[in-house]
C-alpha cells in the first residue's frame, strides 16, 4: 500500500535480484550440477538488473542508498539452491538479494521522524509487526521477540521475513534498498563502512548470548570459523566472562580468532582435534563398538556456527550433560547426526534466528542496538579486518566465487559496494 504523495524516485539502479519462478529454479538448479558458475546470469534464479528504485510502502519509510551489503551464508545457500523449501511461503518473488546492509538516507516520508537525509544507517532487517503495519502487534513481537513474529506474510507489504527476501523493497545488493524508519539506527562517524555492515551478523551472535545468559567462568565451544563463528567468539568475549574455544579448519581462520581473544583454537585437519577438545575439558573419550568415539564431560555452551552434520554430531558429543548447544549455522536436514546424545545427556539445544530484546538484568536490552554499541567501541575496530573484500555490485559473480572459495582467498567476510562507497577492486585486507 503507498501514501499518497509518496515519491518512487527516478532513473533505475543496478540490484542482483532472485526469482524463484519454478521453471527458472528448475533450469538453475540443472545449469548449476554442472557447473556454479552456471547459477548466475541471464536465465538463471540470480541475475543482476536494471530496476526502479523501490518505491516508499508509506509515509514512515525511507529510501537508503547503499554502502555495502555483506554476503551471508544464507545468501550463498539461495544463490546455490540450497535453501529449504519450507522458507519460501516467507519471501516474495522476485526480490534483491541482502540483508546485510549500510549505507545514507537519501528520501524519507512524510511521517518519519527518526532519521534525516544523509543521515548513514544501519537496518535491522527484520519485517515483523511494526513494519508492516500490523496493529495490535502479535504476542512475540509485544514480548520483544520480533524474530518469532506471527504476521511475517501479513500487511502493508508482500510475504517476507527480512530485507533482502521480500519483493519490492529492495535489498542491500542493489544500489538502494527501503526500510522502515523503526528498523533504522544511525551510525556514529568514527565507525567505518566495513565495520558498519557487520552489525547485523554480530547482533545475530549476540541475541542467543544475552537470551540464554552464559555464567562466569563457563567454558564454550565455537564451532566454524566463518564471519558468524568469529563474530561469535568477539561477542563472547565482550559480553561474558568465559573461557572461548575455537573449532577452526585454516590457518588464516586461526589468526583472526587469536586476535579477537579466543581463548584456545583447535585445527580441525591438523590434529587429532578430538583429543584436544577432550583434553581442554578434562572430560574422556570412550570407543563404542561402531562409529565414533563418544565424550563424556565437556563444554558448558556450544555455537554452532556452521550448516553441517558434521558440526552438530561434534556439539552434541563435546557438549556436557545438562548443557546447552544453540544451532546458527542455516542447518537443515541432518539425515546422519545420531540424537542419542540429546537425550541420553539431557542437553538444552536452542535454534536462534536473529534479534529479539531478550531480559538480562532486568531490563530488556535490544540485541541490534547491542551490536552497534559494541562496533562504536572497541569491538569496531578489532572486527573490520573480518571484512576482507569489497567488490562493486556489479561483479557480484566474482564476488561470490571469492565468497564461495573463500580458503583460497583467505576471505571470511564479502561485501559488495554501491555508488555511496567508495570502491576498489577486490584485495585481502592486510591483517594486524
Known sequence: MRAAGVESGGGRVKAVVFDGAIPRYL?????????RRLLTGACRCTQLRDVGPPPLPNEHWVRVATRLGGICGSDLNLVSLHVSPSNSPFSSFPFVIGHENV????????????????????????????????????????DDHPSRCEHFTDGDIAPGMLLGTTRGLGGSWGEQFVAHES???????????????????????????L????ADGARVLVIGAGSVGLLAVAALKALARVEVTILVKHPFQAAHA?????????????????????????GRLLQPILGPRIHVGGFDATFVCVGTESAVSDALRFTRAGGMIVLLGNVARLARVDWTPLWQKELRL???????????????????????????GPLGPAIEPLVTHVVPVDHYA?????????????????ALSGPDHSTQRPQVTPMS
Not at 537525509?117 to 519485517?127: K, Q, S
Not at 537470551?211 to 552464559?214: A, N
Open 183 to 209: 528498523q533504522l539506527l544511525r551510525v556514529p562517524e568514527p565507525v567505518s563502512d566495513r565495520a558498519a555492515v557487520l552489525v547485523e551478523p554480530l547482533a545475530c551472535v549476540v541475541s542467543p548470548v
Open 350 to 376: 536452542f535454534g536462534s534466528l536473529c534479534y529479539n530484546a531478550p531480559r538480562g538484568g532486568g531490563a530488556r536490552r535490544d540485541a541490534f542496538e547491542t551490536a552497534l554499541l559494541l562496533v562504536a
Open 398 to 414: 566474482e564476488a561470490l566465487a571469492i565468497a564461495q572459495g573463500r580458503a583460497d582467498r583467505n576471505a571470511v567476510k564479502v
Open 211 to 214: 537470551e540464554h545468559g552464559i
Open 258 to 282: 587469536e586476535a579477537l581473544r579466543a581463548d584456545r583454537i583447535v585445527m580441525t585437519r591438523a590434529s587429532d582435534y578430538f583429543a584436544e577438545l577432550s583434553r581442554a575439558t578434562g
Open 27 to 35: 533450469a538453475t538448479r540443472a545449469a548449476g550440477a554442472v557447473s
Open 103 to 142: 549505507g545514507t538516507v537519501v528520501d524519507l516520508g512524510a511521517g518519519v521522524t527518526r532519521v534525516a537525509r544523509g543521515d548513514r544507517v544501519v537496518a535491522n532487517p527484520l519485517l515483523a509487526c511494526r513494519a508492516r503495519g500490523i496493529d495490535p502487534v502479535c504476542r512475540h513481537c509485544g
